[in-house]
Nanobody, 124 residues
Framework: QVQLVESGGGSVQPGGSLRLSCRAF????????IGWFRQAPGKEREGVSC????????VYADSVKGRFTISRDKAKNTVYLQMNSLKPEDTAVYYC?????????????????WGQGTQVTVSS
């Protein structure tokens, strides 16, 4: 069956780093986009970054630009989100999702399948 599994979350102090992983199982090859989204308590889910193996386009939210880096290992069916210079406002559950659009984007309604999420907590 198809499945997305996130890992790599945890607790870190402000200024620290984490690397999240999103592993995909059983998806057809045309599901070429992976997006990262996050949701903090009491807030709406928001897009963080996305990457497409079809067009190679990459998108970052302004709030993480210059701090987060998304990358993809196609052989391992895994997408990574390297998060540096973490801030308390980055605290959230982080989800990965996939769709088969030509270009990736940060509109959560474009995505068809979602992982269960991994908790990221940034506090001193």
């Amino acid at each position: 069956q198809v499945q997305l599994v996130e890992s790599g979350g945890g607790s870190v102090q402000p200024g620290g780093s984490l690397r999240l992983s999103c592993r995909a199982f059983g998806f057809p090859s045309d599901y070429s986009n992976i997006g990262w989204f996050r949701q903090a308590p009491g807030k709406e889910r928001e897009g963080v970054s996305c990457i497409s193996s079809n067009t190679d386009n990459i998108v970052y939210a302004d709030s993480v630009k210059g701090r987060f880096t998304i990358s993809r290992d196609k052989a391992k069916n895994t997408v990574y989100l390297q998060m540096n210079s973490l801030k308390p406002e980055d605290t959230a559950v982080y989800y990965c999702a996939t769709d088969r659009s030509v270009f990736c984007g940060l509109d959560l309604y474009q995505y068809d399948y979602w992982g269960q999420g991994t908790q990221v907590t940034v506090s001193s």
